[in-house]
């Protein structure tokens, strides 16, 4: 296993029980399916919002750390399933829409879940987000916008009124901070 962290602590323990889980889940899928299906490369370099993914030609699967942390119950629950079904997918069809209906029968069917297509884990320790108004209403950008905004290389604007956005800051101890 390759493994990616930034100023996180290692809990292998952790790691395991996701690898555990995938294997659990391939051994559901092979005996719904009737096919083996070789163990991926699991990484946990995947970063910001995204909880996981599957790199289907490489036969990979990437978590992400930081959420795994915060949410293990739920990934093993939810997001290393929806991974997986994204790779026997894969294995069974080829090439099909990433949440197609082979996906979907594969959640449900096979794994016995809802075919959600997007988590509903708290990212804000995994991707920050800026608070940003125009004159209607309350904007957050990522760090990756906020960043542009503040090297003056992107300006953005409200699709609801036209009017540009503005970073708001708060004075927290004489700092002025955004």
Not at 22 to 51: M, S, Y
């Amino acid at each position: 296993m390759a493994y990616r962290y930034t100023n996180m602590k290692l809990d292998d323990s952790l790691f395991q029980q996701v690898q555990d889980k995938v294997t659990e889940c391939l051994t559901l899928a092979a005996r719904h399916t009737g096919r083996e299906f070789d163990p991926p490369q699991v990484r946990f370099n995947q970063r910001g919002r995204i909880a996981g993914s599957a790199w289907l030609e490489r036969w990979e699967l990437r978590f992400n750390p930081v959420l795994l942390a915060d949410n293990a119950e739920a990934f093993l629950a939810e997001i290393v399933p929806h991974e997986v079904a994204h790779l026997v997918a894969f294995a069974l069809h080829g090439k099909v829409k990433p949440h197609g209906r082979e996906w979907q029968g594969i959640m449900t069917n096979v794994f016995g879940l809802e075919p959600r297509t997007r988590h509903k884990l708290n990212t804000e320790k995994a991707s920050p987000v800026f608070t940003y108004q125009c004159s209607c209403r309350i904007h957050k950008l990522s760090l990756r916008r906020h960043n542009s905004v503040r090297r003056g290389q992107k300006r953005y604007q409200c699709i609801h009124c036209n009017q540009p956005l503005a970073p708001v800051t708060s004075k927290v101890k004489g700092k002025s901070h955004d």
